[in-house]
T-cell receptor, first 115, second 111 residues
Framework: DTGVSQNPRHKITKRGQNVTFRCDPI?????LYWYRQTLGQGPEFLTY????????KSRLLSDRFSAERPKGSFSTLEIQRTEQGDSAMYLC?????????????FGPGTRLTVT | AQRVTQPEKLLSVFKGAPVELKCNYS??????LFWYVQYSRQRLQLLLR??SRESIKGFTADLNKGETSFHLKKPFAQEEDSAMYYC?????????????FGQGTTLQVKP
């Protein structure tokens, strides 16, 4: 297992286009998190899944954002009608919740540039 | 609302000098505090968490509930410690595991 993977690593798109990112968590991790990181800031929570259920969404996640984890394995994050303000690094993390422990392992991120 | 503050964007020290990266938080409940590190061209990784009370790579951090702080310390900095450090908080009372991060501090250790 090589850890959490994310694809693509970089995405350049024009304003108004839709984009989709994929995250493959560590096998058998039951939780999957999405964060967004803009320049000079720490990561900000967007949403998370426990297995296939999306349990919490941040107010940062506007109606243009949707995330899925259809079989409780990989997850996708889609942004519709992208805006320049969506330019950021999108990070995925996964964890195996057990005995009150929830250590998150992060992927390398997808850097989105909206022109 | 929960908040994590790292007052220094950049901390520059010489090799062998002591290091203290500051982290303050605001949260009315019981927090779980973490330090994450990101080395150049690598992904974000957990350095330590207050619950485990470990010392990792010579770093320690003590949760001070009175001062709402979780400063990261190392007595003798090494050049390989140069990286971006993030302090993060999770709410023990909730079951989400969602992390709230500070803005990060770049540690630069000069030879």
């Amino acid at each position: 297992d090589t850890g959490v993977s994310q694809n693509p690593r970089h995405k350049i798109t024009k304003r108004g286009q839709n984009v989709t990112f994929r995250c493959d968590p560590i096998s058998e991790h039951n939780r999957l998190y999405w964060y967004r990181q803009t320049l000079g800031q720490g990561p900000e929570f967007l949403t998370y899944f426990q297995n296939e259920a999306q349990l919490e969404k941040s107010r940062l996640l506007s109606d243009r954002f949707s995330a899925e984890r259809p079989k409780g394995s990989f997850s996708t994050l889609e942004i519709q009608r992208t805006e320049q303000g969506d330019s950021a690094m999108y990070l995925c993390a996964s964890s195996l919740v057990s005995a009150g422990k929830d250590e998150q392992y992060f992927g390398p991120g997808t850097r989105l540039t909206v022109t | 609302a929960q908040r994590v503050t790292q007052p220094e964007k950049l901390l520059s020290v010489f090799k062998g000098a002591p290091v203290e990266l500051k982290c303050n938080y605001s949260y009315s409940g019981s927090p779980e505090l973490f330090w994450y590190v990101q080395y150049s061209r690598q992904r974000l990784q957990l350095l330590l968490r207050h619950i485990s009370r470990e010392s990792i790579k010579g770093f320690t951090a003590d949760l001070n509930k009175g001062e709402t702080s979780f400063h990261l310390k190392k007595p003798f900095a090494q050049e390989e410690d140069s990286a971006m450090y993030y302090c993060a908080l999770a709410r023990l009372s909730s079951n989400t595991g969602k992390l709230i991060f500070g803005q990060g501090t770049t540690l630069q250790v000069k030879p």
